[in-house]
Nanobody, 117 residues
Framework: QVQLVESGGGLVQPGGSLRLSCAGS????????MGWYRQAPGKQRELVAV???????NYADSVKGRFTISRDNAKNTVHLQMNSLKAEDTAVYYC???????????WGQGTQVTVSS
Protein backbone atom coordinates (compact mmCIF):
# COMPACT_ATOMS: atom_id res chain seq x y z
CA GLN A 1 0.00 0.00 0.00
CA VAL A 2 0.95 3.64 -0.49
CA GLN A 3 0.14 6.37 2.00
CA LEU A 4 0.09 9.96 0.75
CA VAL A 5 -0.09 13.13 2.81
CA GLU A 6 -0.43 16.58 1.27
CA SER A 7 0.62 19.83 2.86
CA GLY A 8 1.22 23.45 1.93
CA GLY A 9 -2.28 24.62 1.17
CA GLY A 10 -3.68 27.85 2.46
CA LEU A 11 -5.02 31.27 1.59
CA VAL A 12 -3.19 33.35 -0.98
CA GLN A 13 -3.99 36.51 -2.93
CA PRO A 14 -4.46 36.46 -6.70
CA GLY A 15 -1.09 36.61 -8.41
CA GLY A 16 0.61 34.97 -5.48
CA SER A 17 2.43 31.67 -5.20
CA LEU A 18 2.05 28.52 -3.19
CA ARG A 19 4.02 25.29 -3.02
CA LEU A 20 2.24 22.04 -2.27
CA SER A 21 4.04 18.97 -1.02
CA CYS A 22 3.11 15.32 -0.99
CA ALA A 23 4.92 12.82 1.18
CA GLY A 24 4.60 9.14 0.41
CA SER A 25 5.37 6.00 2.32
CA UNK A 26 4.59 2.29 2.41
CA UNK A 27 5.76 1.13 -1.03
CA UNK A 28 8.59 1.83 -3.41
CA UNK A 29 7.76 5.35 -4.49
CA UNK A 30 9.62 5.30 -7.77
CA UNK A 31 7.31 2.63 -9.21
CA UNK A 32 4.39 5.04 -9.47
CA UNK A 33 3.25 7.79 -11.77
CA MET A 34 2.53 10.80 -9.57
CA GLY A 35 -0.10 13.43 -10.15
CA TRP A 36 -1.85 16.39 -8.67
CA TYR A 37 -5.61 16.70 -9.04
CA ARG A 38 -8.03 19.29 -7.78
CA GLN A 39 -11.72 19.46 -7.07
CA ALA A 40 -13.75 22.61 -6.67
CA PRO A 41 -17.21 22.56 -5.08
CA GLY A 42 -19.80 21.20 -7.49
CA LYS A 43 -17.20 20.09 -10.02
CA GLN A 44 -15.54 16.81 -10.85
CA ARG A 45 -12.00 16.11 -9.84
CA GLU A 46 -9.63 17.12 -12.62
CA LEU A 47 -6.03 16.43 -13.44
CA VAL A 48 -3.74 19.39 -12.84
CA ALA A 49 -0.31 17.93 -13.47
CA VAL A 50 1.31 14.54 -13.74
CA UNK A 51 4.84 13.24 -13.72
CA UNK A 52 5.36 9.66 -14.78
CA UNK A 53 7.79 7.29 -13.17
CA UNK A 54 10.00 7.94 -16.19
CA UNK A 55 10.14 11.66 -15.42
CA UNK A 56 7.95 13.07 -18.17
CA UNK A 57 5.37 15.67 -17.18
CA ASN A 58 2.12 17.01 -18.51
CA TYR A 59 -0.22 19.80 -17.43
CA ALA A 60 -3.78 20.87 -17.83
CA ASP A 61 -4.07 23.75 -20.28
CA SER A 62 -5.48 25.95 -17.55
CA VAL A 63 -2.29 25.77 -15.48
CA LYS A 64 0.35 25.38 -18.17
CA GLY A 65 3.10 27.92 -17.74
CA ARG A 66 2.06 28.69 -14.16
CA PHE A 67 2.40 25.39 -12.31
CA THR A 68 5.38 23.05 -12.12
CA ILE A 69 5.37 19.49 -10.85
CA SER A 70 8.52 17.89 -9.50
CA ARG A 71 9.42 14.72 -7.65
CA ASP A 72 12.27 13.42 -5.58
CA ASN A 73 12.07 9.65 -5.33
CA ALA A 74 14.93 9.50 -2.85
CA LYS A 75 12.89 11.63 -0.45
CA ASN A 76 9.52 10.09 -1.37
CA THR A 77 8.13 13.53 -2.12
CA VAL A 78 6.24 15.25 -4.92
CA HIS A 79 5.73 18.99 -5.16
CA LEU A 80 3.52 21.37 -7.06
CA GLN A 81 4.83 24.90 -7.42
CA MET A 82 1.92 27.19 -8.20
CA ASN A 83 2.63 30.69 -9.47
CA SER A 84 0.40 33.49 -10.74
CA LEU A 85 -2.53 32.02 -8.88
CA LYS A 86 -6.05 32.91 -9.92
CA ALA A 87 -9.35 32.72 -8.08
CA GLU A 88 -10.28 29.88 -10.44
CA ASP A 89 -7.48 27.79 -8.91
CA THR A 90 -9.40 27.58 -5.64
CA ALA A 91 -10.00 23.91 -4.88
CA VAL A 92 -8.97 21.00 -2.74
CA TYR A 93 -5.77 19.63 -4.20
CA TYR A 94 -5.07 15.91 -4.04
CA CYS A 95 -1.90 13.95 -4.52
CA UNK A 96 -2.25 10.75 -6.53
CA UNK A 97 -0.04 7.73 -7.08
CA UNK A 98 -0.89 5.33 -9.87
CA UNK A 99 0.54 2.13 -11.24
CA UNK A 100 -1.64 1.69 -14.28
CA UNK A 101 -0.44 -1.73 -15.39
CA UNK A 102 -1.31 -3.14 -11.96
CA UNK A 103 -4.56 -1.25 -11.55
CA UNK A 104 -3.30 0.51 -8.43
CA UNK A 105 -4.19 4.04 -7.49
CA UNK A 106 -3.91 5.90 -4.20
CA TRP A 107 -5.07 9.28 -2.98
CA GLY A 108 -4.03 11.66 -0.28
CA GLN A 109 -6.54 13.38 1.97
CA GLY A 110 -6.31 16.68 0.13
CA THR A 111 -5.20 20.18 1.04
CA GLN A 112 -7.30 23.30 0.59
CA VAL A 113 -6.04 26.08 -1.66
CA THR A 114 -8.00 29.32 -1.58
CA VAL A 115 -7.11 32.21 -3.87
CA SER A 116 -8.92 35.34 -2.80
CA SER A 117 -8.44 39.01 -2.07
Amino acid sequence: QVQLVESGGGLVQPGGSLRLSCAGSGRIFSYYDMGWYRQAPGKQRELVAVMTRGGSSNYADSVKGRFTISRDNAKNTVHLQMNSLKAEDTAVYYCNAARISYGETYWGQGTQVTVSS
